[in-house]
């Protein structure tokens, strides 16, 4: 056990549709990092939050958004779903802000768009 | 070219065999990050490398930064090691770009 909790572990919905994934860092943890596993795209970066404030971004869409909030949990917000969104979603979190640490990942939550 | 290759794609081992996976990348990197996939889909994080060689049981990562190349060598291979090795560069925290993940079979 990571000690990184993610909800909710499965999610199905239906195009055009908008989810919120959520993510508990580490007691401790400053920094969430979330990212993308796709079958085709392997995973991808999305975005870096330490202490509430976004730090990096990567590949993440238009469509997606995502925050951190003062007791440090995290949100990820996926609207106008399309069926390439299916995916599982991962967060990891970190002591620091500035990479170069070991991360420690959720369990994931797995997101199928009918 | 991907930014982060991984071979072999596939491997399969005989229980106690010597593995190596390698990492190449040519992207500008802070650290070297080595991590399993079970099959459940959850990630380990196993090593995180910025120079030289580190260890932990019977896993061994190394990394040379001149030829930008890291290699993660698992000694007395077991079952429970089957999993998908994947390389992660890391800049700083401000990106990762992911290889594509070695898929590792250890047959008794």
């Known amino acids: 056990d990571s000690g990184v909790t993610q909800t909710p572990k499965h999610l199905i919905t239906a195009t055009g549709q908008r989810v919120t994934l959520r993510c508990s860092p580490r007691s401790g943890d400053l920094s969430v990092y979330w990212y993308q596993q796709s079958l085709d795209q392997g995973l991808q970066f999305l975005i870096h939050?330490?202490?509430?404030?976004?730090?990096a971004k990567g590949n993440i869409l238009e469509r997606f958004s995502a925050q951190q909030f003062p007791d440090l949990h995290s949100e990820l917000n996926l609207s106008s779903l399309e069926l390439g969104d299916s995916a599982l979603y991962f967060c990891?979190?970190?002591?620091?802000?500035?990479?170069?640490?070991?991360?420690?990942f959720g369990p994931g939550t797995r997101l199928l768009v009918l | 070219k991907n930014e982060v290759e991984q071979s072999p794609q596939n491997l399969t081992a005989q229980e106690g065999e010597f593995i190596t996976i390698n990492c190449s990348y040519s992207v500008g990197i802070s650290a070297l990050h080595w991590l399993q996939q079970h099959p459940g889909g959850g990630i380990v994080s196993l090593f995180m490398?910025?120079?030289g060689k580190k260890k932990h049981g019977r896993l061994i990562a190394t990394i040379n930064i001149q030829e930008k190349h890291s290699s993660l060598h698992i000694t007395a291979s077991h079952p429970r090691d089957s999993a998908v090795y994947i390389c992660?560069?890391?800049?700083?925290?401000?990106?990762?770009?992911f290889g594509p993940g070695t898929r590792l079979s250890v047959l008794p």
């Open positions: 490398l910025s120079s």
């Open positions: 990891a979190s970190s002591e620091g802000s500035r990479g170069s640490e070991t991360q420690y």
């Open positions: 992660a560069a890391d800049n700083y925290g401000q990106n990762f770009v």
């Open positions: 939050y330490y202490n509430g404030e976004e730090r």
